[in-house]
């Protein structure tokens, strides 16, 4: 899909009906039918709901079925999150209905090697999921969900044995294949050794990735997706939900989306310019300045910026109104700071949106970090001007604007 989309879902319909004089009779018969089908329609629209929901909201019942299961003494709900994630495209989604992460204690010693050669504490992460296809033709669903967390190197998987009635079992045993017009739900556990719960405590997040779907069967390939696997930083305790909606106010570059650490505004402005090359029309919507924390698992990646580390972030949006394509994730730009330096926007801390093919009359975004020394910025550079130069691409990795085609001057 284009740029993947995770919203909430919100359907609203409305009906209007009216009629006056000598057509009075003949309009009633007509809205009447109208209303009929309306009628009909909505069964089937809330037939369909049901379907879709279909044992995603007993959460309490498989609980029990998880603590049996385990032989838990204790459990305890961490957090719960209930509004819907949506990775779609077309007639196809994967939607995360909601989640929870619970804590176990004293669990049973069949699960000793699971939950990391001990049995005294062990964590789930609890997923209701959804598959839907309103496509004429079969579709088929990717490797199964995961979940990683900064500061622990393995990754957090999907265990059989937790649930014995699960989703991706049951897609196992249907060779993966959702079928035309069907609708498949049920539930995924992620079994969660006590190192990885002690990393969760400290950041309250964690980066789920979950399923693609494919217009072949055993064949995951870019070429092939319908649905391409989604990403998505998620809320695992109260902590981390502050934390998360303090990250909200900043760009989407890879500091932000991946939680490389935490994020202190300095300054932000809007600027909405726009300036054209040719038949591409760039347009800067503003700028971020902004004090940058690593978490330890990163703070090797800045260990020379000895007195702290500033990032500037630009949102750019590549608007491609020729013929010739654009690759807008590879956006470059530099960035001169008074009369002092000019340096280059730092690509590994770029994010990747998919905009790597944008043709004529369609449009991508770009956030372009530089990364400053905390110390030269206070003293040297927080009062000069800044002024962008960026850099604009296509498909074959050729540059096709020179020196000053494109410079906005954001202070």
Request: charged share 25%; glycine share 8%.
């Amino acid at each position: 899909m284009k740029k993947m989309v995770f919203t909430s879902l919100a359907v609203i319909s409305l009906l209007g009906l009216s009629g006056c004089g000598k057509e009075e009779a003949a309009t009633t018969k007509t809205s009447t039918s109208e209303t009929q089908t309306s009628e009909s329609s909505s069964r089937e629209t809330e037939t369909k709901k049901e379907s879709a929901t279909a044992g995603t909201g007993d959460w309490a019942e498989v609980q029990t079925k998880l603590k049996e299961t385990t032989e838990a003494k204790n459990m305890t709900t961490i957090f719960e999150h209930s509004e819907p994630i949506v990775n779609e495209n077309n007639q196809v989604s994967v939607t995360i209905n909601g989640y929870q992460y619970i804590k176990l204690e004293d669990v049973s010693r069949d699960f000793r090697i699971v939950f990391g050669d001990q049995v005294k504490e062990a964590g789930v992460l609890l997923i209701s999921a959804t598959y839907e296809n309103n496509s004429d033709k079969s579709v088929y669903v990717g490797p199964g969900f995961s979940m990683s967390v900064v500061g622990y190197s393995s990754s957090i998987g999907w265990n059989p044995d937790l649930l014995e009635d699960n989703l991706l079992s049951q897609m196992v045993a249907s060779k993966n294949e959702v079928k035309p017009g069907e609708t498949i739900s049920g539930y995924v556990a992620l079994s969660v050794k006590p190192e990885a719960m002690a990393k969760i405590e400290e950041s309250g997040v964690g980066e789920l990735e979950f399923v693609g779907m494919y217009s072949k069967p055993d064949s995951f390939s870019k070429d092939d997706a319908l649905v391409e696997p989604g990403k998505e930083t998620i809320t695992l305790s109260k902590a981390g939900e502050t934390s998360q909606q303090a990250a909200a106010e900043f760009y989407g570059d890879k500091v932000t989306a991946d939680n490389m650490g935490t994020k202190t505004m300095i300054e932000a402005k809007e600027i909405n310019k726009t300036e054209k090359f040719e038949d591409v029309s760039v347009t800067v919507t503003g700028y971020q300045v902004a004090d940058f924390e690593p978490n330890e698992d990163q703070a090797s990646r800045f260990s020379d910026f000895e007195t702290g580390v500033v990032l500037v972030t630009a949102e750019v949006i590549v608007k491609n109104d020729g013929t010739e394509a654009l690759n807008v994730d590879d956006t470059s730009a530099t960035l001169a700071i008074g009369n002092s330096i000019k340096m280059m926007s730092e690509n590994m801390l770029q994010v990747d949106s998919g905009a790597d093919n944008v043709g004529k009359g369609q449009e991508g975004t770009k956030y372009l970090v530089f990364t400053l020394d905390k110390e030269s910025y206070d003293k040297l550079y927080k009062d000069q001007g800044l002024v962008l130069d960026v850099n604009i691409l296509n498909t074959e990795f050729e540059r096709i604007t020179s020196l000053n085609d494109l410079t906005f001057e954001l202070k």
